[in-house]
C-alpha cells in the first residue's frame, strides 16, 4: 500500500516556503520537516522533546517520571511543570537595505524572517521564552521575551511585516541589546554580516562578556559567495546608492579572495569566543540551522 502521510520536508526549501500565505504556516510546516527529515537521516532518535517533558537529572523527584514516555522511548524523562524557568531567547533580525538583495528566489531578509519564525515556533513548543529585535541603522522593534504560545503571533506579524529599507549599523544595534539585557540569555542574530567588521565582532564580545549565549547565522545571497555575474555590469550599493561600472569576470578572483577571509575572521573570532557561527545562503534548506540550535540548546541545558 503506498504511503499517503505527507512529505513535509519539502518545506525545508526556501522558495517553496516563499510560495505559502502566512507566517504561522511556514513557521509550523518548517517544523515538521524537519522532525520528519530527524527521523530520516543520521539524526535518528535525535530528542526534540517539547513542552510536557525534560530529560530525567539526578535528584528530580521519581513521582515526576512519566512512565507511559518510558515505556515508548526506555528513556526516563519527568513533566514539566509551567513554573520551571528556561531560557531566555532574542532573536535579532538585521533587515536593513543590503539583507533585500536576491539573485532569484527568496531575499537574504525573506530567509532570514523564515528561519527565525520556525525558531520562535521551536522555543515556544519548548516553552523557552522569546522575544524579537528587528533592527537597521537603530533598533526598529523590539519585543521583549515571553513564553506564552500566543505570544507567537505578535513575533510572526512582526516578522512578516519587516521590510529592508535603510542603512546598516549592525554593532550598534547589538551594544543596545547587550546594555539592555540584563539576566544571561540566548542571543540568535540572523545578518548578512556586512558592515564594519571590528565593530562587529567588538559588539559580539559585549555579548560573551555579559555570559550570553550566542549564535550567528550569517546569510548570504549564492552570487555574494561566488560573485558568478556573466555580463559587464552596474554595480549599486544598496545602501550608499555609490555605482561601479566594472567586468565581473575581471576582478571575481580578487573578490572571492576576500568574502572567503572575511568570512575567516568571523569564524576564527566566534570559535574562540565560543560563539556558534553558521554561514549559509539562500538557496539552502532549512535543517541545517535547525539542528545547529539545537545542538546548541542542548549543550546549555536544553
Known sequence: MADLTPDYRKYLNPEVLSKLRSMDLR????VEGFI???HKSPYHGFSVEFAEHRQYMPGDDIKHVDWKVYGKTD???VKQFEEETNMKAYLLL???ASMGFSSGGVTKLQYASYLAAALAFLMIRQRDAVGLVTFD???RRYLPPRSVTTYLNQILIELENAKSTAKTN???ALHSMAER???RGLVVLFSDLLDNQQQ???ALKHFRHKNHEVIVFQILDPLELTFDFQHDAVFKDMESNEEINTQPWHIRSDYQEKIQAFNQTYRRFCREQQIEFISINTQQDYDRALLEYLLKRKRIGG
Request: zero cysteines; glycine letters at 8%.
Open 27 to 30: 513557521a509550523r510546516l518548517v
Open 36 to 38: 520528519t527529515g530527524l
Open 75 to 77: 528513556r526516563f524523562y
Open 94 to 96: 538585521d533587515s536593513s
Open 137 to 139: 541603522e537603530v533598533i
Open 170 to 172: 549592525v554593532a550598534g
Open 181 to 183: 539585557i540584563k539576566r
Open 200 to 202: 562587529v565582532i567588538n
